[in-house]
């Protein structure tokens, strides 16, 4: 079983000509509105991929939070610890995509700031019995603390979006940064090769295994001493919204399946090339079959 503690939100989508710069309007296209949050994200993503997926969270007392409900339960995921939170919007975020299907998101957070440790604890039986524990940064850092210290089986955290100051749980088994997220762990510049990001990735410490994800460049996997570079499976990028995310669901049920962390990576790599394909959060996601006949394309060539 694998548990989430993270964020729900509202996405607002809009299609652009490119992103606008400070002081700048520019026109887009139709808006569209989808279930999103870095931490429902990652639970449908592994729930379409076939896993057991539990969720800590909370929304507010709005009909934004019947949706975001709505959609976890229609995807499977057990919704028992998510916290309806008066007088409180649920999250949302506002989001542009470009032709290159690179976005720019602006995330309000509403009821998600609202989740505590005391959320945490009243869900500490899930927690302890969960194989794969997975936790974002839209979330304050009391509830991943919390979490990572009830957690019985596996932390995968991914420190997103960058926040400055945040300070990463005390326990993690496996850390999954973008470039952006490890020079703000780090404090470093962005690295630009891969050289770069395993120096960077080097000075942490206490953090477990490290997989970078890095976009066209495929992720960097940093265990113990050993590094592998794993390149990026070639397609046509629509919307890039929840690759990262689709990347964390996707290695959290090969984890918890008992793959090695290099076959959960690779694997995951695949998830996250699909969920490039095809507009929005939630709905571009993959499911396990479109995984599967993805690889056994790629593995013929």
């Keep these: 079983m694998i ?29 569209a509105q989808h279930p999103g949050g870095k931490g429902a994200n990652q639970a449908v993503a592994a729930a379409r991929l076939g896993g057991q997926v539990s969720f800590v969270g909370r929304v ?12 976890a339960r229609s995807e499977g995921v057990e919704t028992t610890h998510i916290v309806r939170t008066p007088g409180v919007p649920t999250g949302r975020a506002l989001i542009s995509v470009d032709p290159a299907g690179e976005n720019a998101i602006v995330v309000s957070p509403g009821a998600n700031s609202r989740l505590s440790a005391a959320d945490c ?21 009391e509830a991943n603390h919390a979490a990572a210290r009830l957690a019985g089986g596996t932390v995968v955290y991914n420190p997103a979006p960058a926040v400055t100051g945040a300070v990463p749980p ?30 960077a990735a080097r000075k942490l410490t206490g953090m477990g295994a490290v997989i970078v994800t890095l976009g066209a460049d495929g992720v960097l996997l940093l265990e113990g001493t050993a590094q592998l570079h794993i390149p990026a499976f070639t397609v046509r990028p629509v919307d890039t919204t929840a690759a990262g995310d689709s990347f964390c669901g996707a290695l959290a049920v090969a984890l918890a399946e008992g793959s090695t962390l290099e076959q959960a990576a690779r694997w995951a790599c695949a ?5 490039t394909t095809r507009p929005g959060a939630q709905p571009s996601l993959a499911r396990r079959d479109e995984v599967d006949a993805f690889l056994a394309r790629a593995q013929r060539g």
């Design 3 to 31: 548990a989430v503690v993270g964020s729900l939100n509202l996405d607002l989508v809009t299609p652009v000509p490119k992103h606008p710069v400070p002081g700048e309007t520019v026109l887009g296209g139709d808006i």
């Design 60 to 71: 507010g007392d709005d009909d934004a939070a019947d949706i975001m409900l709505g959609a």
């Design 121 to 141: 604890e009243a869900a500490a039986d899930l927690l302890r019995r969960a194989r794969v524990t997975v936790l974002q940064q839209e979330v304050p850092d």
């Design 170 to 199: 005390p326990r993690v088994d496996v850390l999954v940064p973008n470039r952006t997220e490890l020079a703000a762990l780090t404090g470093t510049s962005v690295p630009a090769t891969l050289d770069d990001v395993a120096a």
């Design 271 to 275: 998830a996250a090339a699909i969920s």
